[in-house]
């Protein structure tokens, strides 16, 4: 049972803030990634959709493809529309040899609009709960035809963004719905990432490890601003360098026998947050977390 250390690109460039890093070369954020010691890398919205190019390009930095995110809109669609809308998305993880799909419901979310303010997100109401459900486990069942587990990923400003949401969206879809678990997302949220993972660890199958900076966390709570005006406000940073206890939440991932990447994420402004500076950072206290919990890397 062992793990490894991914990233995500978006500390180089936002994919929801073109104008944050959309002059850093995809080549530098490649070469910075390894050199900080990281083994795979997420999808970013520079890098190539074909897997004949992205093969080389990943290979000669030395990095895997991890996974990639997919914004669903599966309150509008069946499962079968959903599905047939992923196809060139779900070719290329398989073609990459990926396990896991990144995968949010996204259907009037307000996470890339800097003008709504949080409290303005969709919600699900009481009847839709099941529906969604059922038309998420379809999708979840499909992708395990392809050799793929669905990653269900909560987030802030769309209608799963709760512990109690992300426990009913569990309860009722089946258990081909796999959990990924966003520490920054849940905690910003107001969530226990301890309890959600002891509760659903049977579920667990990715983890997003970022960080909150808890003073910034109350501001932008108290504010009501936007998911990324607050991401600009520098609520989000790398593990080791917030208030989330990684030792303990760690621990308990060894205790359930978790196995699989551990993903630095953690949108920042790069230009106040040195991507490298802060992808080595990430990278070192989340290795000697793992080490002290006894988690075996790959």
């Known amino acids: 049972m062992t793990v490894q250390l991914g990233i995500n690109p978006i500390g180089w460039t936002n994919d929801d803030l073109p104008e944050l890093g959309d002059d850093t070369p995809l080549e530098v954020c490649l070469d910075e990634a390894r050199q900080a010691g990281y083994a795979g890398i997420e999808l970013g919205r520079k890098f190539p959709r074909r897997a004949d190019a992205l093969r080389p390009l990943l290979a000669h930095h030395g990095l895997r493809l991890v996974s990639g995110w997919y ?7 069946s499962a079968r529309e959903e599905i ?29 609009r800097r003008d709504v303010p949080l409290s303005a997100r969709p919600t699900l109401a009481g009847d839709e709960w099941l529906e969604f459900g059922d038309r998420l486990t379809q999708v979840a069942e499909y992708l395990e035809t392809r050799g793929l587990r669905l990653a269900y990923h909560h987030h802030m400003g769309t209608v799963v963004q709760t512990e109690e949401e992300l426990d009913r969206l569990l309860a009722v879809s089946g258990e081909t719905v796999g959990l ?8 910003f949220a107001g969530g226990n990432v301890l309890g959600v993972a002891r509760r659903h660890a049977g579920r ?18 108290r504010d009501d601003r936007s998911f990324l005006d607050a991401v600009l406000a520098g609520v ?3 593990p080791g360098d917030g208030a ?3 030792d303990a939440f760690l621990a308990l991932l060894k205790t359930s026998g978790y196995a699989g990447w551990l993903v630095v994420e953690a949108e920042q402004d790069p230009a106040v ?4 500076t802060y992808a080595r950072l990430g990278f070192d206290s989340l290795s000697r977390a793992a080490s002290r919990a006894g988690l075996k890397r790959d």
């Open 236 to 238: 989000f940073t790398v």
């Open 71 to 77: 914004g669903a809109e599966l309150r509008r669609r």
């Open 244 to 246: 989330i206890d990684y």
């Open 180 to 187: 990924l678990l966003d520490t920054g997302h849940l905690t």
């Open 273 to 276: 947050a040195h991507p490298a």
């Open 84 to 112: 047939d809308a992923m196809k060139d998305h779900l070719d290329l993880l398989v073609a990459m040899g990926c396990r896991v799909m990144v995968f949010a419901e996204t259907s009037d979310s307000v996470h890339g």
């Open 204 to 221: 667990l199958v990715h983890v997003h490890c970022k960080d909150v900076r808890p003073d910034v966390l109350s501001e932008v709570r």
